[in-house]
């Protein structure tokens, strides 16, 4: 039963134009939410971050919104560029035997059109 | 942000034989974690290597299938034994950064394939 929930399997966007991608989970143990961008035969890597306490996290051209209530975060990148095209992970942590430990979606994949 | 390499970067390998996995970090790192990525898939937990003590495994993984070394701070290594073609996945390390829980660092994967 996956606890991290990436509905949509691809995206694609216009340049310049506003890319949202969205993530649902289940588990309310949850305390951090991430968003890691992942290129063809590199390892995923960070880009932004937000607490549970918190409803939005801004850094640049990406904003992660979080609504706990209905489980569900987001995360916007504007203006999109051909260079955010990746796959983008959503992933939640929790503390678990003593570590933080993420759990992980199936990831979008963004394609960004010139 | 941590520097994690890993070797080998992909390998094609025979049914039933073994792979050694290892990962090396720029700095000291309490916990480790190794994870699999299956094609299509999200990444999957397999265990967390924390220096001095056996690796904690995630339900579905063992350690006679994925035996876990951590001699020190800097480094680990995963074995993915008596593989099959169901072993074909990206593994990759992964170390934890900043407080909280806050963000993770990622190697570069090892692309497994087993014929």
């Known amino acids: 039963d996956q606890q991290v929930k990436q509905n949509s399997p691809s995206l694609s966007v216009q340049e310049g134009r506003i890319s949202i991608l969205n993530c649902d989970y289940t588990?309310?143990?949850?305390?951090?939410f991430l968003w890691y961008k992942k290129y063809p035969a590199e390892g995923p890597t960070f880009l932004i971050s937000?607490?549970?306490?918190?409803d939005k996290n801004e850094d640049g051209r990406f904003t992660v919104f979080l609504n706990k209530s209905a489980k569900h975060l987001s995360l916007h990148i504007v203006p999109s560029q051909p260079g955010d095209s990746a796959v983008y992970f959503c992933?939640?942590?929790?503390?678990?035997?003593?570590?933080?430990?993420?759990?992980f979606g199936k990831g979008t994949k963004l394609s960004v059109i010139p | 942000s941590a520097v994690i390499s890993q070797k080998p970067s992909r390998d094609i390998c025979q049914r039933g034989t073994s792979l050694t996995i290892q990962c090396q970090v720029d700095?000291?790192?309490?916990?480790m974690f190794w994870y699999r990525q299956q094609p299509g898939q999200s990444l999957t937990l397999i265990a967390t290597?924390?220096?001095?003590?056996?690796?904690?495994?995630e339900s579905g993984f063992v350690i006679d299938k994925f035996p876990i070394s951590r001699p020190n701070l800097t480094f680990s290594t995963l074995t993915v034994s008596n593989m099959s073609p169901e072993d074909s996945s990206i593994y990759l390390c992964?170390?934890?950064?900043?407080?909280?829980?806050?963000?993770?660092?990622f190697g570069p994967g090892t692309r497994l394939t087993v014929l």
């Open positions: 992964s170390v934890e950064q900043g407080a909280s829980g806050t963000r993770n660092d």
């Open positions: 588990n309310s143990m949850f305390d951090y």
């Open positions: 937000i607490s549970s306490i918190k």
């Open positions: 992933a939640a942590s929790e503390i678990r035997a003593g570590s933080y430990q993420l759990t």
């Open positions: 700095s000291q790192v309490t916990m």
């Open positions: 290597a924390n220096q001095g003590s056996e690796a904690t495994y």
